[in-house]
């Protein structure tokens, strides 16, 4: 019902900058909370930035606040995740997620299970 495709990824230094777009498709009309999450080889998928949709209220993880911010575009369908002051410890695959059942009031951003439709993922490696 609704399609996520990320873009944007890529190879940057630390302390460089990168901008990550999800692109949304079908019925997006029904998305009430679009999220980024992330995953490392060998560690859980982490919640790092969400944002309503129609309200554009935002919230971000402790470990990107000051540094990462969501926004979107909504002639384009398209959320953003500008990230700025990269650390080697943000390299992961960047998940898009959309919340299309209001999940994200009673289970929080946090919660993988929050989400009922997933991108297939871009690759952030942050080199130092």
């Known amino acids: 019902q609704v399609q996520l495709v990320e873009s944007g990824g890529g190879l940057v230094q630390a302390g460089g900058s990168l901008r990550l777009s999800c692109a949304a498709s079908?019925?997006?009309?029904?998305?009430?909370?679009l999220a980024w999450f992330r995953q490392a080889p060998g560690k859980e998928r982490e919640f790092v930035a969400g944002i309503i949709w129609a309200a554009g209220s935002t919230n971000y993880a402790e470990s990107v606040k000051g540094r990462f911010t969501i926004s979107k575009d909504n002639a384009k369908n398209t959320v953003y995740l500008q990230m700025n002051s990269l650390k080697p410890e943000d390299t992961a695959v960047y998940y898009c997620?959309?919340?299309?059942?209001?999940?994200?009031?009673?289970?929080?951003?946090?919660?993988?299970?929050?989400?009922?439709?997933w991108g297939q993922g871009t690759q952030v490696t942050v080199s130092s």
């Open positions: 079908g019925r997006t009309f029904n998305m009430y909370a």
């Open positions: 997620a959309a919340d299309s059942r209001w999940t994200v009031l009673s289970s929080g951003w946090n919660a993988v299970s929050s989400y009922d439709y």
